[in-house]
């Protein structure tokens, strides 16, 4: 998330610092040049969106809304902020479902029991994956289990174990999005038979994410793995945009012109400074997907889960200045404006926030 480079798994802990924060904690693992982020940081905006999205989705589908999640580009193709996802999809759905109980709150206090258990790397280090408990949390607010009742504990503690049981027999390497699916499927059979809560058990999407995978996709060892998602993907020209705040005009001068060099370094064909209150944001472009874009509900790019223009609006507000990259190349300039955020940061601009443009409509529409 800093450089992008492979990551290290440390055989022993090491004392290291946070990239973003700065705070000094013993982990696992860090990039070959020292590069290292703290739980805190690496799942701050995904959770933030994934706990967002289980609270405002309207779907009784877990599996629809899991895969809503996933599609939000911020998030790392491996991490902790599956386990969020499969414990928000579930309990979402339960919400859905009108289950008595569920609520916002009920959803609020799943993520923050999970946040105890679901740490970065330790899947490997100590054999159990954050989605396990995740899962086993969700159980638990439903039953109201907690130490020294009865049928409640068992029923949250057989509903973890099948998760576990489940993801095992997928690992070789692990994926995250793997286990999300399988987990899913476990729980809703274990709702339907240990307490008698029906939810819909929509077809599970073909994965289009084995491109991404760090450690190499399991492939057709994988349920899920569809190989058109190998072929490769097209381009078209699209821009992004990333937003600064700085009051010191000569100082963001010269830091604008090395952030404008390393966007061409990154990838970009283009690139130069904008004002932000030169950027219109109307209405239209949210009906246009509203009424007729296929993509709409599909993803975390587009509406209801995109922001509004009055909230994109209001956020341009809080920014001066903004890069606009261009390339022909999408899926790099993506890459690049991501790794492009997290050097402005480094540089002290901590409010930096990338913003990806994507096309309207269907594969080589504009």
Known sequence: MVCSAPLMYLDQAEDLTCAYCRKVESGHIKCPHGHYICDVCHNRDAVRIIEDVAISAQSKDPFGISELMMSYPGL?????????????????????????????????EV????????????????????????IGACFAVLTGSKCGKDEEQKITMEAATRVAGAITSLTGPSCCKAYVRTSLDVAVNYLKEGLGIELPKGETSACKYSPKHPHGCRTSRCPYFDGSALAEEHDSDVGEAILFSEKDGKTMEHKMEALIKRALELGAEKAKVIDTDTVSVNEWVRWKCLYGCPFHGKDAYHPPCAPDAES??????????????????????????????????????YKAF?????????????
């Open 312 to 349: 994109t609006q209001k956020v341009l507000k809080e920014y001066s200045k903004a890069i606009l990259m261009n390339s022909s190349k999408g899926k790099a300039l993506t890459e690049a404006a991501g790794r492009l955020e997290g050097e402005a940061y480094q540089l002290g601009y």
């Open 76 to 108: 790392p193709m491996l991490g902790c902020q599956h386990a969020y996802i499969a414990g928000g999809a579930l309990m979402a759905a339960l919400k859905n479902k009108g289950t008595e109980g569920i609520g916002k709150e009920a959803i609020k």
């Open 111 to 134: 993520f923050s029991r999970t946040e105890r258990q679901a740490h970065g790397g330790y899947c490997g280090l100590t054999g159990v994956c954050g989605i396990a408990p995740a």
């Open 354 to 366: 990338a913003l990806t443009a994507i096309t309207s409509g269907l594969a080589g529409a504009t």
